[in-house]
């Protein structure tokens, strides 16, 4: 079974072929970034989770918030359950963890931009 993939790994944007039955065997890829980007979104995708909590005493209403690395695209929306059960108060930085070690995941959210 051949899966088509267009690789985000780089700018390059490698339209990928991959052979399912032969080992996740890659081609049209122009550097190893695209080998190892279709095996990993073939077998166990992830994602970096970009979203906003409640703050109180901040110029704006809300806050915008990341995970500071890719979770399971299976975890997407129960992180994004706990994200939005959060309320932070100003002052907060830039980096700042937010929600530490969400789901059990060694993964955290910090905020985005300091306010």
């Known amino acids: 079974m051949i899966e088509k993939l267009i ?3 780089c700018p390059m944007g ?3 072929e991959v052979d399912v039955e032969d080992d996740y065997r890659v081609e049209g890829n122009q550097c190893n970034r695209g080998v190892l980007y279709a095996k990993k979104e073939l077998t ?3 994602r ?3 979203s906003t909590v409640v703050i109180k ?3 704006y209403r809300r806050l915008p918030v990341k995970t500071n690395g890719e979770v399971s695209k299976k975890l997407i929306f129960k992180v ?3 994200i939005n059960k959060v309320e932070v108060s100003s002052p907060i930085k830039c980096g ?3 929600i530490k070690n969400v789901l059990n995941t060694n993964i955290d ?3 985005s931009r300091s306010m």
Do not use: Q, S
């Open 7 to 9: 690789c985000i790994a």
């Open 14 to 16: 490698c339209h990928l």
């Open 44 to 46: 166990n995708p992830t």
């Open 48 to 50: 970096i989770v970009t």
């Open 57 to 59: 005493g901040g110029i």
């Open 80 to 82: 994004m359950e706990e």
């Open 96 to 98: 700042d963890v937010i």
């Open 109 to 111: 959210v910090v905020a």
